[in-house]
């Protein structure tokens, strides 16, 4: 892990209103008051916890090179409390003159003028939940934006002075063709959306369109729409670094790297997870909960771990093989003192099967590979190691 860079990450809850497929840690409708608590609740606790980070780094401190608001819509705080936050990180923290300043906004949830003082501010990167730009999909999924204002918040970003603006779109929606898949594809890649990011739809339980009866489409419908889409996005210039993430040169999320690169970041605000000094920890999944415990002096961290060698090792497969970069056998093995000969076979005999490459001595999962992922890795954490244990 580089204990000289630190990433945080800002969970900020609220929501005009949950969408339908929805079932993260998101309030709406709360009042401006809950949202000062929070926000004051936020401030103690990132002072409180910058007084142990430097005791805990190398060098007795590091560099923050990433910040990110996470939702939620982190909009809705509304420009002087997101400010609130930004200055207090930056007092408390040294930054990198670099660092990567991240805002997650809804189409509808920013006008141009908030765009020109956050960017004022030292926000750098907007990343916008477009999902499709087809309306009817878009009221499917309970979303409050159209087709039209989504292309319009990209366009009006860039007019506010950003450069880095990326956009989330979803494949596999009840309904949605490739036609349509391909339609939105092309609408982000014509307003050049430096970063593309494409999930897969899940329809969980309890949420309103698990009520609705709905189904996704067949795994063979679904994974020829993801080949394709990678497909689409290479041929406009975006390379894949990660099983949903694709960006133009040098615009990869330099946040979301810091978790598939095992980097150090530190989350705030009630549900956010934090890797930090050989544990991993998440806070209370309760608003009222993070706030009491923070300002009152109650319990705010829910579940936390120390980090085992052996499990740390099983985290580097487990992390390092979602992206393009892949995982190296000579740093596995120099790591975590542990043999990667048996790992690698399993990845040669995946290899024969078009899921699996090498480049050097770095193995890597293809797009074929990325299809069936979560099975891949089950297998390989299973693997017994030489001088390890049966299982991560």
């Not at 997101?82 to 509808?108: D, G, I, M, Q, Y």
Request: proline share 5%; hydrophobic share 40%; glycine share 10%.
């Amino acid at each position: 892990m580089n204990v000289n860079t630190l990433g945080l990450y800002i969970h900020v809850p609220f929501c005009a209103s949950k969408c339908d497929y929805c079932d993260f840690y998101s309030l709406p409708g709360q009042s401006e008051d809950t949202r000062d608590k929070y926000v004051s609740a936020m401030l103690a606790h990132m002072k409180e916890t910058a007084a142990f980070t430097g005791k805990a780094l190398k060098n007795g401190g590091a560099a923050v090179d990433s910040l990110y608001f996470g939702g939620g819509t982190p909009p809705l705080l509304g420009v002087k409390r997101l400010r609130a936050l930004l200055l207090a990180a930056k007092k408390l923290w040294s930054f990198s003159p670099a660092a990567e300043v991240t805002l997650e906004a809804n189409p509808e949830s920013l006008g141009f003028k908030e765009m020109k003082k956050l960017r004022a501010l030292g926000v750098n990167r907007l990343s916008f939940g477009v999902q499709a730009t087809q309306d009817e999909l878009l009221r499917l999924l309970g979303r409050r934006h159209t087709g039209r204002q989504a292309l319009s918040a990209i366009e009006d970003a860039f007019r506010a002075g950003f450069t880095n603006v990326g956009a989330d779109l979803m494949y596999g929606i009840p309904g949605q063709t490739r036609e349509a898949l391909m339609s939105s594809l092309n609408a982000v890649i014509a307003l050049k959306a430096r970063h593309v990011s494409l999930y897969c739809l899940k329809i969980e339980e309890n949420t309103p369109l698990a009520r609705q009866g709905l189904a996704p489409p067949p795994d063979d419908e679904l994974a020829d729409l993801y080949l394709a889409a990678v497909e689409h996005l290479r041929l406009a210039g975006y390379g894949q670094y990660e099983i949903s993430n694709f960006s133009l040169p040098s615009y990869q999320s330099r946040h979301n790297l810091k978790y598939w690169n095992l980097g150090a970041y530190i989350g705030f605000g009630p549900s956010a997870h934090s890797d930090f000094s050989g544990k991993r920890y998440s806070n209370v999944p309760d608003l009222a909960a993070y706030v009491t415990g923070v300002l009152e002096g109650g319990e705010v961290v829910d579940e936390i771990a120390k980090i085992s060698p052996p499990e740390r090792a099983g985290e580097y497969i487990m992390l390092g093989l979602r992206t393009t970069r892949g995982i190296s056998g000579n740093h596995y093995s120099r790591e975590y003192k542990v043999s990667f000969d048996v790992i690698e076979k399993r990845l040669e005999a995946l290899e024969k099967l078009g899921c699996s490459e090498r480049d050097g001595e770095r193995w890597r999962l293809t797009p074929k590979g990325f299809l069936v992922s979560n099975r891949i890795l089950s297998e390989l954490l299973d693997t017994p190691v030489s001088g390890g244990t049966a299982r991560f």
